[in-house]
């Protein structure tokens, strides 16, 4: 079970720090991401971690939003700085067995159910 908590509503600007407990799956060793999808869009990749802590972010994301991994507590963060309008969507984690593919959303097999940001301009 993956359960993401943390999000909300800011203005344009803001920060906001996602979470996501997993239990039931030993995380360590595989790959573990953020995803988001707008109304109308597509799911798309937002930050991936892998077992060696190598992180892949997407271009409207790098310099603002930082992935980390606490794999004692089995636990996927997401730290989001200077929030724009743009950024509001859903946001999912998502684990997957194994270390390869960790930005593909097609290749992760575990979901939670979603955490929504809305950024006010």
């Known amino acids: 079970q993956l359960v993401e908590s943390g999000g909300g509503s800011v203005q344009s600007g803001g920060s906001l720090r996602l979470s996501c407990a997993v239990s039931?799956?030993?995380?360590?060793?595989?790959?573990m991401g953020w995803f988001r999808q707008a109304p109308g869009k597509e799911r798309e990749g937002v930050a991936s971690?892998?077992?060696?802590?190598?992180?892949t972010y997407a271009d409207s994301v790098k310099g603002r939003f930082t992935v980390s991994r606490d794999n004692a507590k089995n636990t996927l963060y997401l730290q989001m700085n200077a929030l724009k309008p743009e950024d509001t969507a859903m946001y999912y984690c998502?684990?997957?067995?194994?270390?390869?593919?960790?930005?593909?959303?097609?290749?992760?097999?575990?979901w939670g159910q979603g955490t929504q940001v809305t950024v006010s301009s």
């Open positions: 998502a684990f997957k067995y194994g270390k390869l593919g960790c930005f593909d959303p097609r290749a992760y097999t575990y």
């Open positions: 039931g799956y030993a995380t360590i060793s595989h790959c």
């Open positions: 971690i892998d077992s060696a802590y190598s992180t």
